[in-house]
């Protein structure tokens, strides 16, 4: 089994790159250590993750709350059962609706085994999860930092990371995906921990930051 990100380690990982980093040293000094931020695997996070795509979190939470409530319970053969119109009627868009279902036919068809996605190396969890549609970059690099804890992720294309680092860096613009990658390079093997330290400087300098993420 690839390790995983603890509180321990995270926090052992957080004073190590603010040991080299002065901008990751300032928000550990105004903010302290960022939450884990940890969630289980499996299904309903990995549904609720497409839910997150483009979206605010409140939002998402929100949908995916309602689904549950209609659902009964989020497994993905009650979830088949339920089909798009359901889907739609709670408030999820056309197109997650049909992302979701796809992922609830591919776990039930045992196309995608999500019980073993946990013991791949980060690159064939990666191309595993991505082999479902809907589930791009992001959504799987999501998953591969909060569910499986991985210790070494960047999430591509995150637009809170890349404001967050805008506002650290007191950047003009904000940073391109390509730019945010390479910047990263620096905290390898770190970056899940960078990561989550940038989220919490950005969830701590808007309105209820903790209440936010998971």
Known sequence: MPAQLTRVSLLEAVHHLASRDRDLARILHRHGPPPLWARRPGFPTLARIILE?????????????????????????????????????????????????????????????????????DDAAREALMTVSGIGPWTADIYLLMALRREDVWPVADLALARAMQELRAMRRTPSNLTLQ??????????????????????????????SLP
């Open 53 to 121: 795509q483009q979206v605010s979190l409140a939002s998402a939470r929100s949908a995916f709350e309602r689904l549950t409530r209609t659902a009964g319970t989020m497994a993905p053969e009650r979830i088949r059962t339920l089909g798009a119109a359901d889907l739609r009627a709670v408030g999820i868009t056309r197109q997650k609706a049909r992302y979701i279902l796809e992922l609830a036919n591919a776990v039930f068809e045992r196309r995608i085994d999500l019980s073993q996605i946990g013991r791949l190396s």
């Open 182 to 211: 390479r910047m990263a390079r620096e905290w390898r093997p770190h970056r899940s921990a960078a990561a989550r330290m940038l989220w919490h400087q950005y969830l701590s300098s808007r309105a209820s930051p903790r209440a």
